[in-house]
């Protein structure tokens, strides 16, 4: 027994060490990772801060030699309307991310702990939306919103947008989490279906409603091909579509400087969001993966 001793310290001084080699390289690539998305964050940012020459300067500086203070951000907002349209992108995607979450969450709800005819083929359908590209909904989607009149308004910008099949989906796989006793229980407490949907099943559904919030407001705040084709008046455009014909007309000057302002502008609420919610995204998309 003695002399295995010094065989079982070296075989767990051997099992550490790789261990210990293991945690290093998988922290020298997610630091790596973490610096290539990081690098075009911090040089847009540092670049709102920056002369227009220092910006495209070679090599590049890492901090600003001559700090302009706020002076890019309001030359932004002297150039073009951003704050209309920065109102414009969180009206837009505040209400359709409300929308799709609370129909999405109902439909999901039903899909998941209800059985009536023509289920299965329903639920299809819907994941058949997923698979189509809106590129060839477009042109439909444009006719349809135009014969209803909603085109070139606040209706036809963000009605398109405001029904999610990926949330009915994701909201489907993680009811199915939801013990039935629980859901029984409340109805022979003589409690109704919308009654036990709204007082049991949404605020058990909230970590996967925090995950779809950050996935649907990231889209529809990005969002700028049906921006482009739905509003043509000036005073409708969302951010990501302003910002375009925010550089377009003034080509014979630098305006590098506010584009990054504005740019950096349009990060902060996505990010902030994922900042105060990202425990809920990380759990919602772990439910969302493993169940149904």
Same mark, same amino acid.
Request: hydrophobic fraction near 60%.
């Given at each position: 027994m003695a002399n295995n001793r010094p065989h079982e310290s070296q075989a767990a001084f051997e099992a550490r060490l790789r261990k210990r080699i293991t945690i290093l390289i998988l922290f020298c690539?997610?630091?790596?990772?973490?610096?290539?998305?990081? %690098?075009?964050?911090?040089?847009? *940012?540092?670049?709102? %801060? @920056?002369?227009?020459?220092?910006?495209?300067?070679? $090599?590049?500086r890492w901090l600003p030699e001559t700090f302009v203070g706020l002076e890019h951000y309001a030359r932004a907002f002297e150039l073009a309307p951003i704050g209309q349209w920065y109102l414009n992108s /969180? %009206? =837009?995607?505040?209400?359709? /991310?409300?929308? &799709?979450? !609370?129909? *999405?969450?109902?439909? +999901?709800? *039903?899909?998941? @702990?209800?059985?009536?005819?023509? @289920?299965?083929?329903? !639920?299809?359908?819907?994941?058949?939306?997923? &698979?189509? $590209?809106?590129?060839?909904?477009?042109? $439909?989607?444009?006719?349809?919103?135009?014969?209803? +009149?909603?085109?070139?308004?606040?209706?036809?910008?963000?009605? $398109?947008?405001?029904?999610? &099949?990926? +949330? /009915?989906?994701?909201?489907?796989?993680? &009811?199915? =989490?939801?013990?039935?006793?629980?859901?029984?229980?409340?109805?022979?407490d003589g409690a109704g279906e919308f009654r036990i949907f709204m007082l049991i099943a949404l605020p058990l559904l909230a970590p996967a409603a925090a995950s779809l919030a950050i996935i649907l407001f990231l889209f529809s705040w990005n969002n700028f091909l049906w921006p482009l084709v739905g509003a043509r008046d000036r005073a409708l455009l969302t951010l990501p579509v302003g910002m375009t014909q925010f550089s377009q007309p003034y080509r014979g000057e630098p305006i590098v400087g506010p584009s990054m302002a504005v740019s950096t502008l349009a990060t902060l609420p996505v990010a902030l969001l994922f900042l105060f919610f990202q425990r809920y995204f990380i759990e919602g998309m772990m439910v969302s993966g493993i169940k149904g």
């Open positions: 690539t997610a630091l790596l990772v973490a610096v290539i998305f990081g %690098f075009p964050m911090y040089f847009m *940012g540092m670049s709102a %801060f @920056k002369s227009e020459s220092e910006i495209l300067a070679t $090599p590049f /969180v %009206f =837009a995607a505040t209400l359709q /991310v409300s929308v &799709a979450i !609370f129909v *999405g969450a109902m439909a +999901g709800y *039903g899909f998941a @702990k209800f059985q009536f005819r023509g @289920k299965r083929i329903l !639920f299809a359908l819907i994941l058949s939306i997923m &698979a189509v $590209p809106f590129q060839i909904l477009l042109i $439909p989607l444009f006719v349809l919103v135009r014969q209803f +009149g909603w085109d070139d308004s606040y209706a036809g910008l963000i009605m $398109p947008g405001i029904i999610s &099949a990926f +949330g /009915v989906f994701m909201m489907r796989q993680f &009811a199915y =989490a939801i013990p039935d006793e629980l859901l029984d229980a409340a109805r022979i």
